[in-house]
């Protein structure tokens, strides 16, 4: 099976096709910590890069290895770096890439946690501006002689503003800039970055690609499109020894992985590996079930505004369409002035109160009150986000569940 194989045909087959023992269809969770070798010259050329295979589990592991893989076909990239989390592969890539005084612009609508860790990225002296990346004329003008990387997501959680993707893009390998884009919220499924040239992709494996609420996970994979071999902050032992093309991921995987020690472990690498099967599936379903919702909401008297990039009064409405295959899982909405969303929470008897999102099951938050809480009133304000706000991470429960629900709840408010 050379030829290419559509996108979840690839995802079925892609252990298969490693050969794991006595024809096993899934890749089997390795449990060791090390591995011994015979001939103590095979352990050395491990080491020496001279031998693909594994040494210590921090930075290698078969079970681990076939994730990455199936995360590259998923991503048609060029190879991937697994991680705990979608943090650790965020904070691996940027601290095992970037020095001092080095320059990131960064979208200035950024997933909480991702916002924070930029603030301590911040504190040890890389220089950071944020800017509203809708618009590439923002990126253009932040741009400074020591930028090295442009940071963005597709779709915003939780106003779901759209980063101008081919724009930003263009611009970045014009420049020489790396372009990370953190595509957790599309998912390799609704949105290819390497399709609007991006140099690496960030993806949290606990959200779409896991899709149970059942492991955390995070991985960053190299389209190929970078040139590493003008990146000036290879280490020179890396620029000896690693073909060009592998430069960048390889110092992620050394420095980033191995030194950082996020490492994800192997029995989360499988029921991430499992739950991969069906993402198609479930997005599917997942956005059906959002654009109902997203219509029903926008039509309702008791509710203010309805952010969902399938709508056709969202801003980058036309964008959206032009780029990502469905417009996502997950919206947000206001409900009008005097209406409580605590109490319209608790009204909710289907829809679970809780975090994450990707979920097979629907999970609704408060978003003033819980993610964006430790931000302050002023850049909840900045950044769009009403105190009656509430984000909605829509799961694949049969529809008329679903808005018999909502229905019930906000006739009860
Ligand atoms: C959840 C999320 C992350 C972090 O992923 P974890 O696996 O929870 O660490 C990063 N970026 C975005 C856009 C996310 O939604």
Redesign the pocket.
């Known amino acids: 099976m050379s030829d290419k194989k559509g996108f979840t045909t690839t995802i079925l087959h892609s252990d298969r096709l490693l050969k794991p023992e006595f024809g096993a269809l899934h890749q089997p969770v390795h449990t060791a910590v090390t591995w011994g070798y015979d001939d103590v010259q095979g352990l050395v050329n491990v080491f020496q890069n001279k031998a693909k295979g594994y040494a210590y589990s921090r930075q290698g592991n078969p079970t681990v290895t076939a994730l990455e893989h199936k995360v590259t076909q998923m991503e048609e990239g060029m190879a991937t770096v697994a991680f705990s ?4 592969a ?1 904070t691996a890539t940027i601290l095992a890439l970037l020095k001092n005084n080095d320059h990131i612009i960064a979208s200035s609508y950024l ?1 909480g ?2 916002r924070s860790i930029m603030q301590t990225f911040m504190d040890i002296g890389i220089d950071i501006t944020f800017v509203d990346a809708t618009d590439v004329v923002n990126i253009i003008n932040a741009r400074q002689e020591n930028t090295k990387m442009v940071f963005v ?1 597709t779709i915003a ?1 939780p106003a779901t503003q759209v980063a101008d993707l081919p724009a930003i893009g263009d611009f970045c390998a014009e420049g020489g800039l790396i372009f990370v884009i ?1 595509n ?2 599309t998912s390799p499924y609704l949105f290819k970055p390497v399709t609007v040239k991006a140099s690496l992709v ?1 993806n ?4 779409y690609i896991g899709g149970h609420g059942n492991a ?3 991985s960053v994979t190299d389209t190929g499109l970078f040139n590493w071999k003008s990146f000036g902050n290879i280490a020179p032992i890396i620029r000896e020894q690693i073909r060009p093309e592998m430069q960048g991921l390889t110092q992620i995987r050394k420095r980033g992985l191995r030194d950082g020690g996020g490492t994800l472990s192997p029995e989360a690498a499988h029921s991430i590996s499992v739950g991969a099967e069906t993402i198609a599936l479930r997005l599917d379903r997942a956005c059906s079930n959002a654009m109902m919702l997203a219509k029903y909401l926008d039509a309702h008297d008791k509710v203010s505004h309805v952010y969902y990039p399938g709508l056709e009064a969202h801003p980058q409405h036309g964008l959206s369409t032009g780029i990502f295959y469905r417009y996502g899982g997950l919206m947000s909405f206001a409900l009008k002035d005097g209406i409580d969303c605590f109490s319209f929470l608790n009204e909710l008897k289907l829809v679970i109160k809780s975090s994450n ?1 990707g979920d097979t099951r629907t999970l609704a938050i408060p978003v003033a009150h819980t993610i964006f809480f430790e931000l302050g009133a002023e850049r909840r304000a900045e950044m769009g986000i009403p105190d009656s706000m509430i984000r909605l991470s829509v799961g694949i429960e049969d529809p008329e569940d679903l808005l018999a629900d909502f229905e019930e709840a906000l006739k009860n408010v």
């Open positions: 989390t979608g943090m650790a965020i997933f946690n991702s997501e959680n953190d957790t919220m960030i949290s494996l606990t959200k955390l996970g995070g999102l």
